[in-house]
């Protein structure tokens, strides 16, 4: 007889991912008859009768395809005025070292005439800009989910599929493409309109880096 404790698997290093749903309970096999008990409510012995009229004959989540909603078991979708407060926060935080970094390296262009302005300048501030905030998104999400605004306002980032933390390339491609225009134009009425369609956007709330992602935003 063997002394050696018995072997269990590792738990799974992401407390938030979804579990898998537990498995119903199998009545006996080779006793029963189709004829023995009507099921409840007077239904037909033959199966589920068609949904409605107007009800999605496929079954499953909001986007009605036939699969199971990929939000169940995940916290509630996070409001997205508070998705707009912290993504504030951050752009001060990363906005500060920026102008730290573009006075070190004097990149910096500040000249409201525009007949003075330095294009070379401009756009290495602006490109700095970019650099920043992508590393410092990537980093965050990649962690925990949580940028620091994120996390002040009880928010993170999920995967839309299974409700884990995002991977390093999932984190990196979310925040290039929300943040690589900022090197080139349009730097402030890209970042509005990517975020800003979870404002507008049905069933998940997503915005276009979201979608680029296939992540969502959710309740921490």
């Avoid at 926060?89 to 990149?107: A, N």
């Avoid at 003075?116 to 650099?131: D, E, I």
């Amino acid at each position: 007889m063997s002394t050696e404790p018995p072997q269990y698997p590792p738990p799974d290093d992401d407390p938030f991912k979804k579990q898998p749903p537990q498995q119903p309970h199998q009545p006996p096999q080779g006793g029963g008859s189709p004829y023995d008990t009507p099921p409840p409510g007077g239904g037909s012995p033959y199966g589920t009768p068609p949904p409605p009229y107007g009800g999605d004959p496929y079954g499953g989540g909001p986007g009605g395809h036939g699969g199971p909603d990929p939000l169940a078991g995940m916290p509630p979708l996070a409001d997205s005025g508070k998705r707009v407060l912290a993504r504030i926060i951050d752009m001060i935080l990363v906005g500060i070292v920026v102008y730290l970094l573009s006075w070190l390296f004097g990149t910096s262009e500040y000249d409201i005439d525009p007949d003075k302005v330095n294009t070379g300048k401009s756009f290495g501030q602006s490109l700095l800009a970019a650099v920043l905030y992508i590393a410092y998104d990537t980093f965050m999400i990649s962690r925990t989910g949580q940028t620091l605004g994120k996390k002040w306002l009880g928010m993170r980032v999920a995967n839309l599929n299974d409700g884990a933390t995002p991977t390093v390339s999932t984190a990196l491609a979310r925040a290039a493409v929300l943040w690589l225009p900022f090197a080139f134009c349009c730097a402030c009425i890209w970042t509005a309109i990517c975020g800003g369609w979870s404002f507008f956007d049905k069933p998940y709330k997503q915005g276009l880096h979201d979608k680029a992602a296939k992540t969502v935003v959710v309740s921490a």
